[in-house]
Each structure stands twice: as C-alpha cells, then as structure tokens.
C-alpha cells in the first residue's frame, strides 16, 4: 500500500528563519512520482514540484529546495530565509505508475512570524 | 497563466439535496479529477475521468457521486443526495497526461466549499 507521512503538523517560525518540513513516503513500486502542493489561507492548492523516482538529483528553486533520498524514503523540503508568505499548509504526496490518483499526506501547516 | 476554475466557491446545501460543483479544466488537458478536503484533513482523491469515462475512483465515490463532461469545457461532480458528512473542499484538477503515467503535473482548481447542514 502506498501511504505519505508528514509527522510535523504545525512549525512556527520567525521570518528568515530557514525551515524544513519532512515528508516520508511508503510504496512497493519502482516508479512513482512525489509532489508538493501549498494551500495558503484562501484555500487553493499550488503545485510546487513534481519528482520522479528515478531522479535522486536535489532541486533548488529560489529559496525552495527539496532533498529526495529514496535511502530513506525522504522527501523534504527546505525554506530558506522564510517569508510571512510561506505560510500555509504544505502537502506532499506521492502518485504511483499507472494510476492517477494523487496520495497526500495530512499536511504540515508552518506559520512565519514576523 | 491558465488555471482550472471551479464554480460555486461556496454552496450551502440541506441534507437530502442535489448539488452540482463545476469545473473548467486547462483547455488542452485531458485528464481530469476531483478531490475533496475534510476540514482540517488530507486532500482525498475521489475519481479521475479521461475520454468521457471514469478511469479510477476511491471508496469514497459511491453511488452518491457521478462526474459528467456535459460540453467541451465544463465537468462536473454531482451528489445526489447530500450527507453532513459530505461537507468538505472539493477540488477540481487537470492534467495534460495521467500523473501517474509520466508524472505530469496535476493542476488544481481553487476549490468550491460544500456545506450541507
């Protein structure tokens, strides 16, 4: 069975603050594809970033960065220098081969205070 | 930047009603599905839909549920006899490819609150 673990359910942090918020996946299969998804207050989900299970490669996007390690069935992600207006619900989730269905884990809500 | 847009943004509904949540997918994808959110829980899928037909759907999707593409643009998630328990977010999504076929990206709608008292 395929499950996503986001065991930090709420961080609080000061603004520049870098913080990273965890995510450990479970799956048999060989392919598969992790994401996260950012819901801010007003409800939306945005897409952050997809994966592939054959890309161990670490991604940096401005101050986002993500650190796959399939060693430890890790997906984290790493905020540096935080902003009020990274906070929301961050979810990952974790999409098999062959199939559509998206599963998230039940999220890490970070609060950046200023 | 293309978006999915969902319609209503908020419905309040009496248990036993029907309800319809809209949807407008990304014009050129063709996967499409609907999730729903708890308050305060995990985003849950419930189906996908490709090629006017249901791929995959949860446990969740019962016979309450059915997922329409009336025209070319819109798609839409019906309940047919609402619950308090189907008060939830329900987010609409799309994606060029399957997600899981090439890892495409899922695009998100801004989802429509469904309140059933």
């Known amino acids: 069975a395929q499950k996503v673990t986001q065991a930090q359910t709420e961080i609080s942090v000061v603004e520049k603050e870098d913080v990273t918020l965890d995510c450990v996946y479970e799956?048999?299969?060989?392919?598969?594809?992790l994401f996260w998804y950012k819901q801010p207050p007003s409800g939306e989900l945005v897409f952050l970033i997809r994966?592939?299970?054959?890309?161990?490669q670490n991604e940096i996007s401005g101050r986002y960065s993500w650190n796959f390690q399939k060693s430890t069935s890790s997906f984290n992600f790493t905020i540096t220098a935080s902003q009020v207006v990274d906070s929301a619900v961050y979810f990952c989730?974790?999409?098999?081969?062959?199939?559509?269905?998206?599963?998230f884990g039940t999220g890490t809500r970070l609060q950046v205070f200023p | 930047e293309p978006e999915v847009t969902q319609t209503p943004s908020h419905q309040v509904t009496q248990m036993g009603q029907e309800v319809i949540l809209r949807c407008v997918p990304i014009?050129?994808?063709?996967?499409f599905y609907w999730y729903r959110q708890i308050l305060g829980q995990k985003v849950e899928f419930l189906v996908s839909?490709?090629?006017?037909?249901?791929?995959?759907k949860s446990e969740i999707f019962d016979d309450q549920f059915s997922v329409e593409r009336p025209d070319g643009s819109n798609f839409t998630l019906k309940i047919r006899s609402t619950k308090l328990e189907d008060s939830a977010m329900y987010f609409c999504?799309?994606?060029?490819?399957?997600?899981?076929?090439?890892?495409?990206?899922?695009?998100f709608g801004e989802g429509s609150w469904l309140t059933v008292v």
């Open positions: 999504a799309s994606s060029p490819r399957a997600g899981g076929f090439s890892g495409n990206t899922i695009y």
């Open positions: 799956t048999r299969d060989t392919t598969y594809y």
């Open positions: 994966r592939n299970s054959f890309d161990e």
């Open positions: 989730a974790l999409c098999k081969q062959n199939t559509d269905k998206l599963i």
């Open positions: 014009s050129n994808h063709l996967y």
């Open positions: 839909f490709y090629n006017n037909e249901i791929s995959e």
